[in-house]
Every structure is written in C-alpha cells, then in structure tokens.
C-alpha cells in the first residue's frame, strides 16, 4: 500500500507510515486544537518534499488570513501559489454545486494529488436540513475519491453537546480514516493530544499521543502516551 506523509513524521508514525493513498482523511477536534496548522502543514510538505500539488478549500477563514498565519512557521504558501502547485479556494457556499464544481476542475487543472476541506461545519448553514446535508458530504466525498486525491476533511467536535466525534454525526462514516485532536483541562494546565480513530486498510497506534504547536509546525511525540480526563 502506497502511503502519504502527512509531513508530521510523529503522525505518519503513528499511522504506519502516513495516509493510505487516495483515502479520504477526517480531521476532527475541538476548535483552536491545530486542524487548520495541521492542513497547512500537509499542504507545505506536500508540494516541497513530494511535489504533490494541492488545492485548499476554505469555508470559513479566507485564504490571506490562513497564509499569513502559518507564515510563522516558516511556510511561504504565497510563494508555492504563485508557482502554480497550490491553490487556495475560498467560497462562501450560496450554491455548493457551483463550489463543488470549481474544486472539481481547479483540481484537475492544477493536477492536484492532495486536498483540504476546511471546514465542512461551515456547510450547515446552507442547507435546508439534515438530509441535504448528509447527500452534501456524500457528494463531497465522491468528487474526490473519482479525482483520486489524498484528502483531509476537516470537522469539529462541539464542546458540551453529546459526545461525538464530528460535528453533523455523518463525517465519520464517508471518510476512510478518522484523526481526531484533543485540548483538554488536566488540573491546572491544557494538554494537547492527537489520536488515530480508525484507518481504514491498516494498523495504527492504539494510544492517545501528545503534540505541541511548536515554532516548526505541529510535532506528535509517538513514542508517548498522552492521559486526558475524557
Ligand atoms: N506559533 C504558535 N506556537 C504555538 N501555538 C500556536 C502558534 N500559533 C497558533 N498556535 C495555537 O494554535 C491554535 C490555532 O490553531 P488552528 O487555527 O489550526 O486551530 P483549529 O483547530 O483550526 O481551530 P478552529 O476550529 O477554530 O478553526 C491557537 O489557538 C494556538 O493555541
Ligand atoms: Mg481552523
């Protein structure tokens, strides 16, 4: 099985090498725990160590604010732009046929390998119900597994409702793998840790790993376990 490294090489530890390829990851925590750092980081790796292109959507941020806060990690996304091996798409979804069409045909385009959706939280707000929803992430899902690209789609996990791991309860089941981050209360401190739920076609770490959000970008320490309340 061909894997895609994450660019986290913790993360690609725990995951037996990286994502399986062509698989659709779902990126799921509560919010401020490193998703969008994490996509970005993917992103970087992707197209520097793999020259992988990729493409980003964002429902949420635009893309100047995204670019400019992982500039701090060192990650000039302007510059890997404007050389034509990624593309930020930001789409404030009135019709999301039409947003599904343009990352259809910008991913083609671009011969992009490796694709972000961030967030798909975002989507609830435009459709009538549950339902639309639910065929919304189906097609989603279908557009990128036709187009063969490694994937992440990211969700959140809201605080103080039912405990599940995805914001609409669905995520779960279209996605072929599951990462899911924490950022939780331990007595008087936070801790960050980072578990793989599921990976579809193959083993994974079992355990609960810390990260930190360091200068570098997101570092998973594999050989650790990470103890959380929950
Ligand atoms: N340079 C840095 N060093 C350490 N931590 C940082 C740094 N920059 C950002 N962070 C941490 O990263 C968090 C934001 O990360 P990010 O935007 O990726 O989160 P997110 O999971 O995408 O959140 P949301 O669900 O709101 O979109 C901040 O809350 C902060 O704790
Ligand atoms: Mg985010």
Redo the contacts with the bound molecule.
């Keep these: 099985m061909n894997r895609i490294k994450t660019g986290i090489s913790g993360l690609d530890k725990i995951m037996n090498g990286g994502i399986p390829e062509n698989q659709l990851v779902l990126l799921t925590?509560t919010?401020?725990?490193?998703?969008?750092?994490l996509c970005n980081q993917f992103m970087y790796t992707g197209i520097r160590e793999f020259n992988q292109k990729g493409v980003y959507l964002s429902f949420e941020e635009p893309s100047e604010l995204i670019k400019e806060n992982v500039k701090?990690f060192g990650w000039d996304m302007d510059a890997l732009e404007s050389s034509g091996k990624l593309q930020y798409l930001k789409y404030d979804p009135y019709r999301i046929e039409d947003v599904f069409s343009i990352l259809e045909s910008t991913i083609r385009d671009i011969g992009a390998k490796r694709v972000v959706v961030d967030?798909i939280s975002a989507l609830a707000i435009y459709m009538r119900n549950e339902s639309e929803l639910r065929k919304t992430i189906f097609n989603l899902s279908d557009i990128l597994r036709k187009l063969k690209c490694t994937s992440i789609m990211v969700s959140?996990i809201v605080h103080g409702k039912e405990p599940r791991i995805s914001r609409f309860g669905v995520e779960e089941f279209v996605a072929d793998s599951v990462i899911v981050m924490y950022y939780e209360r331990i007595e008087s401190t936070f801790q960050r840790a980072i578990q793989i739920w599921k990976l579809r076609g193959s083993t994974h770490s079992q355990k609960l790993h810390p990260y930190q959000?360091t200068?570098k970008g997101i570092v998973v320490t594999p050989e650790e376990e990470a103890f959380l309340k929950t």
């Design positions: 925590g919010s401020g725990t490193g998703k969008t750092i701090k967030s959140e959000i200068p």
